[in-house]
């Protein structure tokens, strides 16, 4: 059984936070915006990727209490992880205490969760991304065994099992903690996607212009696919590839 986690919200949509900003209270206390007031995950759960706070399967939809209070913009996981992404939660006249903050539980196998810490590490709960604390992510796409995150400027970063060149830096080594692939740098990235198979490792890259980046396998740095325009859409799975671009 696949892991499944959805989320329940109250007020705006999550696409209106821009308006959210534009609207803050001139207070210090939390404001009305699309939290989920509820996170609702079943599955395998292997090594606690739900964040049940146990490792044993969840047959039905179970509230999942360490995600509550978050306003999320995207979860997205592998075979023993997860990753949360989430927007603006707490605005003061002070203070944005939060904006486009990644989080991650579960295994830290071939060191995906981003810490640094030991592969053995097992994480029960949301934790947040340490070397992305000064960065606003705006997009995150997981692989079997890597990651990737795109931040507000632009920038794309890989880490985790560096083998089958699914990280973009050039070469076979695994990264403890989020690198910037240099092959991406002023392309102003928008959105990452990556490759589902267990054998094989793809990742995919659009820029603000629409144009589609690929690498992985024999391909150990970012190549522009010319091939295709005006990309909004990619998924990959076992060596299959699907492409949408804005002619179709």
Known sequence: MLDCIVTTCSGRRVKDVD????????????????FAKAVYAFGHNQSNSLGAYHCNPIDTPCDIISMRRKLISKIIGGPSFTFV?????????????EFG?????????????????KESLVENVPKRVQ???KHVVVDVACGDNHV???TADGRCYAWGKGARNGLGHGDAKNRKRPRLI?????????????GASTNISESFAITDKGELYCWGESVAT???????????LVAAAYGIRIVVDGNY
Not at 19 to 34: A, H
Not at 85 to 97: A, H, V, W
Not at 101 to 117: C, E, M
Not at 182 to 194: A, M, T
């Open 222 to 232: 970012p190549v522009n696919c010319t091939s295709v325009s005006n990309v909004r």
């Open 101 to 117: 903050a990644l989080y991650s539980l579960g295994s830290n196998d071939n060191y995906v969760l981003g810490y640094g810490d």
């Open 19 to 34: 308006t959210f900003i534009l609207l803050q209270s001139k207070t210090t206390t939390e404001i009305q915006t699309p």
């Open 182 to 194: 240099k092959g991406l740098e002023n392309k102003n990235v928008k959105r990452v996607f990556c």
């Open 148 to 150: 990737l995150a795109v």
């Open 85 to 97: 992404l989430t927007s603006t939660i707490l605005f003061s006249i002070y203070l944005l205490l």
């Open 131 to 133: 070397v992305l604390i």
